[in-house]
Each structure stands twice: as C-alpha cells, then as structure tokens.
C-alpha cells in the first residue's frame, strides 16, 4: 500500500500557533509596529508618534505582539524599548511586504533600492 501523502506536514499545534501569530500580524497598526521595530528599538511615545496614534492604543497593540512573542522589551532608566523578537519575525515581515509589493508592481520597492530584479 502507499503511503498518503497528502497529510499535513506540521501538527496541528504548530499549525494553530502559526495562524495566532499570523493573527496578531494580520492586523494594520501592528503591521506598522513591526516594521518600524525591524532594525531599531523604540519606546511607546516614539512609536505612537510615528504612527499618529495615542500612546495607550499603541501601548495595547505592543501587549498582543509581546505575547505573541512578536516583539521583546528592554528597560532603559524609565523607559521601556521595544524591538522585533528575532530574525525570524524580522524575515517573516519583510517577506510578507516583499510579496505583497511584487502582487501591487511590476518592480517592487524594495527592488528599485537596490536595482535588483528577481
């Protein structure tokens, strides 16, 4: 007999944790977040600036991503940094903009920086 090979090649727990953390991404301020924290830490009152959004809302925003282990925070004296997690997330939003950039252009942003095509 063969074997099936249409089955999933994660389990479900894997899976389900994927789609959560697809979730908090899937949402537009943290998005934003996210790519504003790609290669900097920034503290909740330079990230609501950024964004033109209050301070408490973005704040909300940081908590879901922080528990979605999206982001982590260092204090600095009273002040509390936020940067991206890990590679992985870095990665993870860069590809998902890269994407969606090659569905909207026929040549991306992110390839007329560098004048490469792919």
């Given at each position: 007999m063969h074997a099936d090979t249409h089955l999933p090649v994660w389990g479900d727990d894997v899976v389900d944790l994927a789609?959560?953390?697809?979730?908090?991404?899937?949402?537009?301020?943290?998005?934003?977040?996210?790519?504003?924290?790609?290669?900097e830490e920034e503290s909740v009152s330079d990230l609501a600036a950024a964004l033109g959004?209050?301070?408490?809302?973005?704040?909300?925003h940081?908590?879901?991503?922080?528990m979605a282990r999206l982001v982590t925070t260092r204090k600095q004296g009273t002040s509390v940094l936020y940067r991206v997690e890990n590679g992985h997330v870095r990665q993870l939003v860069i590809d998902t903009i890269g994407h969606v950039e090659h569905l909207l252009d026929n040549v991306p942003?992110?390839?007329?920086?560098?004048?490469?095509v792919s």
């Open positions: 789609v959560e953390v697809l979730r908090v991404l899937a949402d537009p301020t943290r998005l934003q977040l996210a790519g504003l924290l790609l290669d959004k209050p301070g408490p809302a973005v704040s909300q940081l908590a879901k991503m922080r942003a992110h390839h007329r920086a560098t004048g490469a």
